[in-house]
């Protein structure tokens, strides 16, 4: 991947990216690709004690309590299973995840805004069929004018994705810290190159 545009859509707290622990779902998958299902080490602990996960792999470093010692989780398993949702979250950050973070005007990863196809001024509503991640200055080049008016194409046309579509998108965009202890979790249920 080039350049760190995806800084820009997932903020992490500093405690996450020192020690985070990859969640897993009682079916050993991940809760959500992207962002990647992470919790801060101090989520994991408490989970830990509170029994609501198992630990799956740990780190070299630990955690000392004045009773104890425990070694920082690395990934969990939850005890319960979540269930997936189905509806996808109609927010900016799943509009650029569907058009896997490029301008749908002209392609580029520039700075991203979103546009409706059919401008609001002729109608056109806030939905997934009509919003499109653009850069700004095609956005700009576009304002409240057809497609047609303007000679811009769409790179495909917009419409509502679903919960493993999306999912599927976020495994093109790994996040920049990858753990070794990680792997085994994050592409097991990938389909395999012939």
């Not at 299902?37 to 792999?57: G, M, N, T, Y």
């Not at 085994?184 to 395999?192: A, K, N, Q, R, V």
Request: glycine share 4%.
């Amino acid at each position: 991947m080039d350049g760190d545009f995806r800084t820009d859509f997932v903020r992490q707290p500093n405690a996450t990216r020192a020690h985070p622990a990859l969640v897993l779902n009682a079916d050993y998958r991940p809760l959500s690709y992207y962002p990647l299902s992470l919790w801060p080490w101090q989520e994991a602990v408490k989970a830990v004690f509170l029994d609501r996960v198992d630990i799956v792999a740990e780190y070299d470093d630990y955690v000392h309590s004045p009773s104890c010692k425990i070694r920082i989780p690395s990934v969990v398993v939850l005890k319960d299973y979540v269930k997936p949702q189905k509806r996808v979250a109609f927010t900016r950050f799943n509009l650029f995840l569907r058009d896997e973070f490029r301008c749908q005007y002209c392609g580029s990863r520039g700075e991203l805004t979103f546009d409706h196809v059919i401008p609001r001024a002729r109608g056109g509503v806030t939905s997934w069929e009509n919003i499109v991640a653009a850069c700004v200055p095609c956005n700009l080049r576009k304002g409240s004018k057809s497609l047609r008016q303007v000679g811009m194409n769409l790179r495909k046309p917009p419409r509502a994705p679903g919960a493993e579509e999306l999912k599927n998108m976020g495994r093109k965009f790994p996040p920049h810290h990858l753990h070794e202890s990680w792997m085994d979790y994050l592409y097991w249920d990938s389909e395999l190159e012939a």
